[in-house]
């Protein structure tokens, strides 16, 4: 039996992929799967940029409010319920959209993950404030020690899978080439097409830092100061990504506004530069401007449900109310 196909929207944060799985929800009757590793947790609403109610009433949304900031939520669980939202999704005659900008839980969907091999999200959050804190290259050179056949296949600046390597190297004691020749190639277990939305550097910067302060207008302070008074620690790891992070400093006196917005909005950049970079180098996806080459993502969205469902696409695009 072929894999169930799913249509998946990717790219940088900020640049617009909401919008574009929106409009392809409406046109194509379908229900959007969020790849978001923040959206996952309740509570954590402005800083993750979640679905408004108009969004929501725009198209079903799935994977958003699923754990609490404080629980353990990884690939391979986002995985498990991602795959059954799509067979849920699909069995109801509807379209699969899934829209995010995170890369492991996109390969989680469609590839699966290896068996066996653990994960720790206090190693992993350890590893990336060590690159960031020595430099790019620098979990890729200590791979190079730890394990030379990965680091040899890895781009060093691929730091999701260089990150992944060293965490199943160093919880199982095996490194991850062994695990891998072991269990083979896993079989993909969704036809995914990819489309990608990126847009020029200094347009990306000049969206992202108005969304950073339509944020703080939102109330993004306001909801930093009630997770921390619900009992969420500022050192989980949902509340030290980016902007609960930055910001966070600020609430508790360490800097001033001013400098908080400035790492608020350049920590920003940088999740983009490195979503940007592993989607790159890691699907086959085809890029496109998400403005003003949108005719352009509609007809490969139109050919690939005509090549991939029964029957073309009603051009009478609503979407049946709920």
Known sequence: MSAPPVLAIVGATGVGKTEVALELAEMLDGEIISADSRQIYRRLDIGTAKPTADELARAPHHLVDVAEPDEIFDAARFGQLARAAV???????RVPIVCGGTGLYLRALVEG?????????????????????????????LLGVEDPETAARLHPHDVFRIVRALEV???TGRPMSVWQREHGFRTRLLDAVVIGCERPRDELAVRVEARCRAMLEAGFLTEIEELWAAGFSS????????GYLEMGRMLRGEVVFERAFEDFVRATMRLAKRQRTWFRGQTDARWFHPDRERGDIVGAARTW????????????SAHSPR
């Open 235 to 242: 050192e989980l790891p949902a509340l030290r990504s980016v």
């Open 87 to 93: 067979d849920d999704v699909t069995r109801r005659g």
């Open 169 to 171: 190297g160093r919880l």
């Open 113 to 141: 993950l290896l068996e066996g091999a653990p994960a720790s999200p206090e190693l992993r959050s350890e590893l990336l404030r060590r690159e960031e804190g020595e430099g790019p290259g620098t979990l890729h050179a």
């Open 305 to 316: 449900f005509d090549n991939s469902w029964h029957g073309p696409i009603s051009t009478s």
